[in-house]
């Protein structure tokens, strides 16, 4: 997920479908993780955890 404010100046997440899209945006240098749709769904303010380790696109399957 990306943070970003909407045109109103409100915080919003950004996520992205598939490794593919996310490269095709913010290019193939870009740290990834994958989350479960449980994570996506949950209540509550978003907030970034500068603790996670990210994972390489090239140990994925």
């Known amino acids: 997920m990306r943070f970003a404010r909407t045109p109103l100046g409100a915080r919003t ?13 913010l ?13 996506l769904r949950a209540p509550g303010p978003v907030r970034p955890n500068h603790s996670a380790r990210p994972s390489s696109p090239s ?3």
Do not use: C, D
């Open 13 to 25: 997440a950004i996520g992205f479908t598939s490794s593919l899209r996310l490269t095709a945006v």
């Open 59 to 61: 140990t994925r399957s």
């Open 27 to 39: 290019g193939e240098g870009q740290a990834w993780i994958r989350l479960a749709e449980p994570a």
